[in-house]
């Protein structure tokens, strides 16, 4: 069973390979996605990567929670699981 890791604090010029290629030293990744704004399509400063296992998954949290990379600390956690339904970034619908 796979594990998806939310990264935050990633540096601005990073690319998708290179967050990949930070996670290949804990296993293998089956994907890794850096978030952008919808509307100017910059990065966002964060991302995820999915592990192919739990046991890759805990691997890399402990090998990357907290290093530095281009001057910023990285973040890595177990992602939350998204909620069906949600529109996300509004906090209220409208009326």
């Given at each position: 069973?796979?594990?998806?890791?939310y990264v935050g604090n990633l540096p601005?010029?990073?690319?998708?390979?290179?967050?990949?290629?930070?996670?290949?030293?804990?296993?293998?990744?089956?994907?890794?996605?850096?978030?952008?704004?919808?509307?100017?399509?910059?990065?966002?400063?964060?991302?995820?990567?999915?592990?192919?296992?739990?046991?890759?998954?805990?691997?890399?949290i402990s090998m990357i929670n907290g290093?530095?990379?281009?001057?910023?600390?990285?973040?890595?956690?177990?992602?939350?699981?998204?909620?069906?339904?949600?529109?996300?970034?509004?906090?209220?619908?409208?009326?």
């Amino acid at each position: 069973m796979s594990m998806r890791l939310y990264v935050g604090n990633l540096p601005h010029q990073m690319t998708e390979e290179e967050l990949q290629a930070i996670f290949t030293e804990a296993g293998h990744v089956a994907s890794a996605k850096i978030i952008t704004d919808r509307q100017t399509g910059q990065p966002r400063g964060f991302g995820f990567v999915e592990m192919e296992t739990k046991v890759e998954g805990q691997k890399a949290i402990s090998m990357i929670n907290g290093r530095t990379v281009d001057g910023r600390p990285l973040a890595v956690n177990e992602a939350r699981p998204q909620h069906k339904g949600s529109f996300g970034g509004r906090g209220r619908g409208y009326r």
